[in-house]
């Protein structure tokens, strides 16, 4: 009977109001049941035994759905959630190919840091070019022996006292990302705003607001190689020394493995920036890729006036610089150009550019030397890597992500299968919209790593903002992509490989038995089940994506400048902080980053007031249409977003100049 007495639990009455205002007593003692006298109530009822086991599995299902729930329903995610189911491997190389991939990386110059390699690789001894060679033998860890060119540290302020503009980094200057993780890195508990102080007055973009710091020396985190080579290492025939302890890394089951050895081709020999012949070498081209489907809008216009603003293109000079010039290569994948299979995709292209407002201003003359638009031809592209030219027409499910799939149904001839991007998306059956804009995000996670391992260069997300010169950063010879939050994976928004690398044969290689999968979260898979992940270097998000943790609310308590709490206070910047904007200018915007991510947002204007390409007369054909269009008013305070594009206008109409001083003379 003790029971029956305690069904409900004596829980205090409560108030609530109603919507009427007035007050009822509800939510009372009745309503919230005793979970002790549940479980008896079971176990009187089922047994001890089975009534256990129903709550077992009662429990798991709650745990199941709260987990779904948390994950969108994504299966991938959801796996990932639940620590004891552990992911099979994604694993197809042998050990000693693993160590011939790490090895032409490293003979490459393409791993210029004192970290260590993976001990499950077995590489004992490295004689590693892209570290110098220290003298009297001394190493730069255990094992790790520098044979490449001197460093001179340099600390940056420009010359001219009576400039109030950062000086432009010197040609050839390189990042130490091995300093750079010391002060930035998440894992080791750096903040974001610490962080962009370093990256700041490391590089002189405090000029003339230089103030008194203990530390100064240790932000030194850039660097000149010297000419002369320094290399003791010419007798021995390999660069690195392997231990002997047999392979026993898992393998994925089920498939063949990959051939071995793995084909590579010759690795480079590293060359310093002074002892080039010509302002930029042949084998590091220096080109941002940024990837658009549909219809060009204010978002890559906005990205591409932030290249003409923050890049060393020499624009003002009427000729390239003596550094090696950037160029910004818009490819554009016209999947909602007629269906048809066209030949004539590339005049249409153009003609379409030239009809939009916000792409035309880029066809002008000035521009045609550093911003070039190409067509995207999926076909073209795929074979174009000799890693999937004979495979990729084979797969039946060309497009997976995170693990999800998406078929692409198998067809007798397959011979022009995706022979003009908009042929594969019917193939594919989708023609809503929103499955329609699920395979863009598939294809460009793909075209991200086609796009490095062909041409090289870096990678951008189309919803990024350069903000300050990349020369350090394109000096770094080493692959990188940057950290997914809090998590210790990659996010590919930004992402830098070098032409034909072997870490892209890996890539690419595996990728092929895994389903042609190159979601971020599946990329990471890949590279930390093959011990592959020192080779393309997590870099803090501090870097790409300042505002990222601060979303997610990490280091709230100290954010960085600008604090933002959603990453929608970039386009509406909330009332407390919307002086800031106007009153700090692009200058109080995550200065010391290298660019600035803002998350899609993709149907937010950056300017509602002036949603147009405000470029002035000399660009105003395709303006008119839009300015009358116009009707919200430019009252009250400017948005971070709005702010940043009528400062990149400015430049571009020769009212400002650029971050570096640089007037864009008519
Ligand atoms: C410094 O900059 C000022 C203003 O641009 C210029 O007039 C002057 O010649 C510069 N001085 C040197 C030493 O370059
Ligand atoms: C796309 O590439 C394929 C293969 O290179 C080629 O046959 C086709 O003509 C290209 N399509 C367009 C529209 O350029």
Request: a neutral charge; glycine letters at 6%.
């Amino acid at each position: 009977m003790s029971i029956r007495r305690h069904s409900y639990l004596p829980l205090p009455s409560i108030a609530v109001d109603d919507l009427q205002g007035r007050t009822r007593q509800r939510y009372g003692g009745n309503l919230l049941f005793n979970p002790r006298y549940l479980y008896l109530r079971l176990i009187s009822r089922l047994g001890r035994k089975r009534g256990n086991f129903l709550l077992a599995v009662l429990f798991a299902l709650v745990i199941f759905f709260i987990l779904s729930l948390k994950t969108n329903w994504d299966p991938e995610r959801i796996k990932e959630g639940i620590p004891f189911i552990a992911h099979p491997t994604t694993l197809v190389y042998r050990k000693d190919d693993l160590q011939r991939i790490w090895t032409f990386e490293i003979e490459s110059g393409h791993f210029p840091s004192t970290k260590p390699s993976p001990k499950e690789i077995g590489l004992t001894k490295i004689f590693n070019p892209g570290l110098p060679l220290l003298p009297n033998d001394q190493v730069h860890g255990p094992g790790i022996h520098g044979t490449g060119f001197g460093r001179v540290y340099a600390a940056i302020q420009h010359e001219n006292l009576s400039i109030a503009f950062p000086p432009r980094p010197i040609p050839g200057s390189i990042a130490d990302m091995d300093i750079v993780m010391q002060h930035c890195s998440f894992s080791s508990h750096k903040l974001v705003r610490d962080c962009l102080e370093v990256l700041r007055v490391g590089a002189g973009l405090d000029n003339g607001n230089r103030l008194r710091r203990e530390s100064l020396d240790d932000w030194k985190y850039i660097y000149l190689e010297q000419t002369q080579a320094t290399s003791t290492h010419t007798g021995s025939t390999s660069s690195v020394q392997t231990d002997s302890i047999p392979d026993a890394l898992p393998k994925r089951a089920h498939t063949a493995l990959e051939p071995s050895p793995i084909e590579l081709p010759q690795a480079l020999a590293p060359i310093p920036y002074s002892a080039l012949s010509t302002a930029c070498d042949p084998d590091y081209p220096r080109i941002f890729h940024m990837y658009w489907t549909g219809p060009f809008t204010d978002k890559p216009y906005m990205a591409i006036l932030s290249f003409l603003f923050t890049q060393n293109t020499g624009l003002h000079l009427h000729e390239p610089p003596k550094a090696c010039r950037p160029v910004f290569w818009v490819w554009i994948n016209p999947v909602s150009a007629a269906s048809i299979l066209d030949p004539n995709a590339v005049d249409d292209l153009y003609k379409e550019l030239q009809s939009n407002p916000w792409a035309s201003p880029f066809l002008h003359e000035r521009f045609k030397n550093v911003v070039q638009f190409k067509l995207w031809n999926t076909t073209q592209q795929l074979d174009s890597i000799p890693e999937l030219r004979d495979e990729w027409r084979k797969m039946h499910t060309l497009f997976n992500t995170g693990g999800r799939i998406v078929n692409v149904p198998a067809e007798d001839d397959h011979k022009d299968m995706g022979s003009q991007p908009n042929d594969m998306f019917h193939r594919a059956g989708s023609d809503s919209s929103s499955s329609y804009d699920r395979l863009s995000v598939i294809l460009s996670d793909m075209a991200r790593f086609v796009l490095c391992h062909r041409f090289g260069g870096i990678y951008l997300d189309a919803d990024t903002i350069l903000l300050r010169d990349w020369e350090q950063m394109w000096g770094w010879r080493g692959a990188f992509a940057y950290r997914w939050s809090r998590l210790s994976r990659y996010n590919t928004a930004v992402l830098h490989m070098n032409k034909g690398s072997a870490l892209g044969t890996f890539l690419f290689r595996t990728a092929l038995k895994n389903n042609l999968d190159f979601h971020p979260m599946t990329i990471s898979r890949y590279l930390k089940d093959a011990y592959l992940d020192g080779l393309l270097l997590r870099l803090p998000d501090a870097l790409f994506d300042s505002a990222w943790l601060n979303t997610e609310n990490y280091q709230r308590d100290r954010p960085p400048q600008p604090f933002f709490k959603t990453f929608e206070d970039f386009f509406n910047t909330p009332a407390v902080s919307s002086a800031e904007p106007v009153a700090l200018g692009f200058n109080g915007f995550f200065r010391g980053a290298f660019s600035y991510h803002y998350h899609n947002f993709w149907w937010k204007p950056f300017d509602p007031a002036r949603d147009w390409p405000d470029l002035g007369e000399r660009f105003s054909e395709g303006n008119t249409a839009a300015t009358v269009l116009q009707t919200s008013s430019d009252q009250g305070d400017l948005s971070w977003s709005a702010v940043l594009k009528r400062t990149f206008e400015s430049y571009i109409r020769g009212e400002r100049c650029n971050m570096y001083g640089e007037w864009l003379l008519w």
